[in-house]
């Protein structure tokens, strides 16, 4: 126990640094700006692509975890096309070819039962697939207002921890893995209350919501 609530306070602490330190290059080189639109609540142009920093965190965990080859993969590509995205607009195809191919690499690797074989294999699978792309493309949406992603990531991760320990059953790395994406999500938030000095950007909200969709 003590073990998994020291990686959760190093996740929180490399995410809070770590999105301090993109704060300062951002500023020095303001590459990544997000613009005031009619779904965000800034009012000034605001450095994004501060999720660099909660991917490295999450990273770090998975390789250090020996996780599933594929989800780190997956996680690399969503990052690496996302980055480019907020740099220079990729197009929508690509984005979801991206998405499609990462939750795909993912699913042909588990095994699950979601409606206790009522379903055909390839019906549960495809339910899976619709509704991870979804999750992922709406957690993605909610990047534009202060505090709210990294305050949904925070209840998703530490609702699954709890609900894990209540019930008494830890599958694999699943239980320290909600917790370090909770820490990390918090350490971020420091810098995205309001009024927001940065936000995820695509490079942090799409592969968040990889790794939610994931867990869920």
Not at 68 to 90: E, H, K, M
Request: one cysteine or more.
């Amino acid at each position: 126990m003590f073990y998994i609530i020291f990686i959760a306070l190093a996740a929180f602490l490399f995410s809070l640094l770590g999105t301090r330190l993109v704060i300062l290059a951002l500023r020095r080189r303001p590459v990544l700006i997000a613009k005031p639109s009619l779904r965000s609540n800034h009012k000034v142009p605001t450095p994004t692509g501060g999720g660099i920093a909660v991917v490295v965190t999450l990273m770090i965990y998975l390789l250090a975890a020996d996780a599933s080859f594929t989800l780190i993969i997956g996680l690399l590509l969503l990052a690496a096309l996302s980055l480019l995205d907020d740099w220079i607009d990729v197009t929508p195809l690509a984005r979801i070819a991206a998405q499609l191919l990462a939750v795909l690499l993912v699913l042909e690797s588990q095994r699950f039962n979601l409606f206790g074989g009522v379903l055909p294999f390839w019906a549960e699978k495809g339910f899976a697939l619709f509704a991870w792309m979804w999750f992922i493309n709406l957690f993605n949406f909610m990047d534009g207002i202060d505090g709210l992603a990294a305050t949904e990531a925070m209840a998703i991760g530490g609702g699954l921890a709890l609900i894990i320990a209540i019930a008494g059953i830890f599958p694999g790395t699943l239980p320290s893995f909600a917790l370090v994406v909770a820490a990390a999500a918090c350490g971020f938030l420091w810098w995205n209350w309001h009024p927001a000095k940065i936000f995820l950007g695509d490079v942090g909200s799409v592969p968040l919501g990889f790794v939610l969709g994931y867990m869920l």
